[in-house]
């Protein structure tokens, strides 16, 4: 099983970034996904989370209106877009696959990618 996350980068206050997840070694439409975050010192938190079909879409508060999540199951792949960043959204992020559609409680996410960094400058 693996989740390999890219696309985190540096970036000004106001600019966007797209992460990208791509997944193998399980059914990946059995899943619903998710995206999770967490900078220096502080504990990991849920961002975004997406039902199997992908139909269903839930976002932490602070980046609601701001980012969107997306999934391809032809290409095993899920997606944030981050629009309007700011430096509180510095972290490192990480995409995880969730048997039972829970999205915001990290305990039921089974399967873990490996994190990318996203650094928003001011």
């Known amino acids: 099983v693996q989740l390999q996350a890219s696309g985190g980068g540096l970036v000004q206050a106001g600019g966007s970034l797209r992460l990208s997840c791509a997944a193998s070694g399980f059914t990946f439409d059995d899943y619903a996904l998710g995206w999770f975050r967490q900078a220096p010192g502080k504990e990991r938190e849920f961002v975004a989370g997406i039902s199997w079909s992908g139909g269903g879409t839930f976002y932490a508060d602070s980046v609601k209106g701001r980012f969107t999540i997306s999934r391809d199951n032809a290409k095993n792949t899920v997606y944030l877009q981050m629009n309007s960043l700011k430096p509180e959204d510095t972290g490192t992020y990480y995409c995880?696959?969730?048997?039972?559609?829970?999205?915001?409680?990290?305990?039921?996410?089974?399967?873990w990618g490996q994190g990318t960094q996203v650094t928003v400058s001011s």
């Open positions: 995880a696959a969730d048997p039972q559609g829970q999205y915001y409680s990290m305990p039921d996410y089974l399967y």
